[in-house]
């Protein structure tokens, strides 16, 4: 797979549709999951949100961005001229980004998924661990 080294030191880089807002990550994810609430249906317009979690510090983001938060907790970034939103941050330490703002496909699968309570039911999803609401440690 080009792009994609085996070491620590793998650099996958993503944005949003329009390129004004890129990232780069660096290393492993610390986890990939999905989340299927109802601010993740409506932030993207989609039936979940796909979330690639890195260390806060592995994480380069560059361009021009909007937050907005519906909980104290949690802030949802968008590019300021496409809209797409690329990432989330809900803890000081990690950031969160969209599996699908990543400039490659296949480079992650997911291990869970959070708020199965508000899921599609023509959804068929196979090996992950289900949590009705948000992940439990
Ligand atoms: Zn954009
Ligand atoms: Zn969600």
Request: net charge negative; charged share 25%.
């Amino acid at each position: 797979m080009s792009g994609q080294g085996t070491g620590s030191g793998a650099v996958r880089t993503g944005g949003c549709a329009c390129g004004q807002l890129t990232f780069e990550a660096r290393g492993e994810p610390k986890r990939v999951g999905l989340c299927h609430c109802m601010t993740c249906r409506k932030i993207s317009g989609s039936a979940f949100n796909a979330y690639v979690i890195y260390p806060a510090d592995r994480v380069a983001i560059s361009g021009e961005r909007r937050g907005w938060s519906d909980t104290p907790a949690t802030e949802r970034f968008s590019c300021v001229v496409c809209g797409s939103p690329v990432f989330d941050r809900d803890a000081a330490d990690e950031v969160e980004l969209l599996l699908g703002a990543f400039d490659a496909p296949n480079l992650f699968a997911p291990t869970y998924e959070c708020w199965t309570r508000r899921r599609e039911t023509w959804l068929e999803l196979h090996d992950l661990r289900s949590f009705p609401e948000n992940r439990e440690a």
